[in-house]
């Protein structure tokens, strides 16, 4: 596997990771209380902790994704 590649699959990983963030965003937007259903039913928190928790969740995919995947991608395309 050459650099081409490993940059080409960073990068991919970048656009489906924001894709996923980005629908996780909207049902939270959109689908409030289905989501926060799942989420009573699954783990049985507290109802005050769903935003919370989804908002977190997403912070922290975000940081993630930028953290593992957007800057090796940038490292890469600035070392040549």
Not at 31 to 43: E, Q, S, V, Y
């Amino acid at each position: 596997m050459n650099i081409a590649q490993i940059r080409e699959a960073l990068l991919w990983c970048v656009i489906l990771n924001i894709g996923l963030v980005t629908v996780w965003s909207i049902l939270v937007l959109v689908a409030k209380g289905w989501l926060n259903g799942i989420i009573l039913k699954w783990f049985r928190v507290p109802a005050e902790h769903c935003d919370m928790i989804n908002l977190t969740g997403i912070v922290l995919y975000k940081v993630g994704n930028i953290l593992f995947f957007l800057v090796p991608y940038i490292a890469l395309r600035i070392v040549g």
